[in-house]
């Protein structure tokens, strides 16, 4: 684990960070996309106008990073941000919290194990609230299916009942055919 000491603190973190996300942005446009822009004009018969595009892509990445850096710089002077993520630095040492993120299952809920971020505390929380929302869905579900299988069995069962009355009716359905035939042809004669 590292010493407080040396570990660097959330301000240079978030230096380090930006500089990062400044050098992604700049590195996103490479000097072959930004001279593809001007390719009429850029060919390799005319290296001194080639030089004077990359001595202006050069300039702008550069001033790209400068005005991002110390605009960065401006917000972060005028926010105190430094200076307030140097207090929560402080805020940790004082109450013992350290980047360790250990198992929080195997303390008791509410409390926080040694060297244990609030974030994994917070996130145990809710893994163990997911499990028993789980728990109760799953219960739910079986009773559903049994309600369900209740239900089908007994469509079957009506089913069942139906084609029995069907197959009683069929005698009948041949005489009342009979009967039909003969009061058509006695209309028609």
Known sequence: MADAKTTPGR???????????????????????????????VDQKNASLRDELFHCYAQTVQELRANAKQEFDVLCNAYGVREKLANVDALCREHGITDADINAAS?????????????????????????????????????????????????????????????????ADAVLEGVHEASTRWINA
């Open 107 to 171: 303390k008791p809920e509410g409390t926080l194990a040694d060297g244990e971020m609030p974030l994994a505390a917070a996130r145990a929380q809710r893994i163990a609230a997911k499990e028993a929302e789980k728990k109760v869905l799953l219960e739910m579900l079986e009773q559903s299916q049994a309600m369900r299988a209740e239900k089908q069995a007994l469509v079957d069962e009506r089913r069942a009942l139906v084609n029995e009355s069907v197959k009683h009716c069929a005698p």
């Open 11 to 41: 301000a240079d973190v978030l230096t380090t960070l930006f500089g990062t996300c400044i050098d992604d942005i700049a590195n996103s446009c490479s000097f072959q996309d930004y001279a593809a822009l001007f390719a009429e004009l």
